[in-house]
């Protein structure tokens, strides 16, 4: 298989470079076929300047630069419509996401798996630089999620997660422009049967750059997502 890895950049000139540079050395000594593709979302920092230095004299390393605008989940919306290869894996730029679990996401990808989630909370896991209070919100979410949808997996809004390209084609439209786009894919992947995989991961807190994240103006669109999907479980029946 060949894989493609999604990065959606905003304001990360300092942390790009490294984040694809080790995402290019695990995969060469792995030896799997791979694409790095990185969306540039209106950044104001000099991160397009990094990303352009990145693609020189590379083949599997291209950049796509986003009009406003800006929006992690509209990044990733247009880097999956220009994805290459047969599988996709959404990765931050802040390299809080170890290289060598996509590793293991590509090979469950070639064990046959349509998608792969990987977990910060479950046994094999481990996690550093966490904020307290995102920690405390980010465990009530995922347990709200996990009894609305009678689902065992634990981590659905972590975006690390990985697709095969038939699996990205069948949970469009995609509707998220933002950070809610990281629990829309995965939840209409689910509900639509898809074969998942759930590994656990290392996730690394940024010690670099300032987090994109800001919770108190995604709480509502997280619930528009939450509900939007599943009244597309149980109003359209399989109808997808």
């Given at each position: 298989?060949?894989?493609?890895?999604?990065?959606?950049?905003?304001?990360?000139?300092?942390?790009?470079?490294?984040?694809?540079?080790?995402?290019?050395?695990?995969?060469?000594?792995a030896g799997l076929e791979h694409?790095?593709?990185?969306?540039?979302?209106?950044?104001?920092?000099?991160?397009?300047?990094?990303?352009?230095?990145?693609?020189?004299?590379?083949?599997?390393?291209?950049?796509?630069?986003?009009?406003?605008?800006?929006?992690?989940?509209?990044?990733?919306?247009?880097?999956?419509?220009?994805?290459?290869?047969?599988?996709?894996?959404?990765?931050?730029?802040?390299?809080?996401?170890?290289?060598?679990?996509?590793?293991?996401?590509?090979?469950?990808?070639?064990?046959?798996?349509?998608?792969?989630?990987?977990?910060?909370?479950?046994?094999?896991?481990?996690?550093?630089?966490?904020?307290?209070?995102?920690?405390?919100?980010?465990?009530?979410?995922?347990?709200?999620?996990?009894?609305?949808?009678?689902?065992?997996?634990?981590?659905?809004?972590?975006?690390?997660?990985?697709?095969?390209?038939?699996?990205?084609?069948?949970?469009?439209?995609?509707?998220?422009?933002?950070?809610?786009?990281?629990?829309?894919?995965?939840?209409?992947?689910?509900?639509?049967?898809?074969?998942?995989?759930?590994?656990?991961?290392?996730?690394?807190?940024?010690?670099?750059?300032?987090?994109?994240?800001?919770?108190?103006?995604?709480?509502?669109?997280?619930?528009?997502?939450?509900?939007?999907?599943?009244?597309?479980?149980?109003?359209?029946?399989?109808?997808?």
């Amino acid at each position: 298989m060949k894989f493609c890895i999604l990065i959606p950049a905003h304001n990360e000139k300092d942390s790009l470079e490294p984040t694809v540079r080790n995402i290019r050395r695990a995969f060469d000594r792995a030896g799997l076929e791979h694409h790095v593709l990185i969306v540039n979302d209106n950044s104001s920092d000099g991160t397009r300047d990094v990303a352009e230095q990145l693609v020189k004299g590379d083949l599997r390393v291209s950049v796509f630069h986003r009009a406003p605008p800006a929006g992690v989940g509209l990044a990733i919306r247009d880097g999956l419509s220009r994805m290459v290869g047969d599988a996709v894996i959404i990765a931050m730029a802040d390299a809080s996401d170890d290289p060598e679990d996509m590793i293991v996401y590509a090979k469950k990808l070639e064990d046959g798996y349509d998608c792969v989630f990987g977990s910060r909370f479950i046994k094999g896991s481990r996690v550093e630089n966490y904020p307290f209070h995102k920690l405390i919100l980010n465990r009530l979410a995922n347990r709200f999620i996990q009894v609305m949808f009678l689902t065992r997996f634990n981590d659905i809004t972590n975006a690390f997660k990985a697709y095969r390209r038939e699996v990205i084609e069948a949970v469009q439209p995609l509707v998220s422009k933002r950070f809610n786009i990281t629990v829309e894919i995965p939840l209409k992947a689910l509900i639509r049967g898809r074969r998942i995989s759930s590994v656990p991961i290392r996730w690394y807190g940024r010690t670099i750059g300032t987090s994109k994240l800001i919770i108190k103006e995604m709480g509502s669109r997280y619930l528009f997502v939450l509900f939007y999907v599943w009244l597309e479980k149980h109003l359209l029946k399989g109808d997808y």
